[in-house]
């Protein structure tokens, strides 16, 4: 009983390191704000084929698009809904939004993670800007109507200017 006890003491002062590290670096990449999108798109992001897509690269491709960060932010806060196509397979499932269970500032640090760390070749974000809690609150109010339907609408716009072969 005892040593349970103490395991215990140690894993909670544990716990508490974690926190303070993440409470520092909040909108920079942080897999504490990602524990929320590994239980669908799992921890490494390659997703569960046909059930839900990969993010791993494919999200770091998206984001270099012309307005692809706009993308990433608008479904991470409202979701998203309809047939996509991800790797060559379709997906017709329903992302639940965040908004409001995440702050500005996790949902920046959960896509910093997804976007610089899910990729297997660094070099291809180097140039990309990280995702700030501003950036998030912009897109976020100037969204009229936010749902899984606005981001759907989005995806669609980028695919007809770009295809939908992220990464190539
Ligand atoms: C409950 C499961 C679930 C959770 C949690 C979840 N997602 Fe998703 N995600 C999905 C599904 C399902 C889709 C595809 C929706 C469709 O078929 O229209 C998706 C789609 C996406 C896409 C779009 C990919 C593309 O090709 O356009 C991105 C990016 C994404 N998710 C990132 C995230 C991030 C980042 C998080 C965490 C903040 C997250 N997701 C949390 C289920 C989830």
Known sequence: ????????????LQACAVENVDS????????DAYATCAACHLANGVGIPGGFP???????????????KAYLITVVSFGL????????????GVMPGNKGPM????????LNYTVFELV???????????F??????????????????????????LVARHGDKWPE
């Open 1 to 12: 009983m005892k040593r349970l006890g103490l395991f215990w003491v140690l894993a909670m």
């Open 24 to 31: 520092e670096v909040s909108e920079t990449a942080s897999s």
């Open 54 to 68: 990969p993010i791993r690269n494919r999200a770091a491709a998206i984001a270099g698009l012309e307005d692809g």
């Open 81 to 92: 809904m309809g047939q996509i196509e991800a790797g060559n397979m379709p997906y017709f």
């Open 103 to 110: 702050s500005v500032a996790d949902i920046a640090a959960a």
């Open 120 to 130: 297997d070749d660094k070099s291809t974000v180097a140039s990309i800007d990280p």
């Open 132 to 157: 700030t809690a501003d950036e998030v609150s912009a897109v976020q109010s100037n969204t009229s109507v936010g749902s899984p339907n606005t981001a759907a609408m989005i995806r669609r716009e």
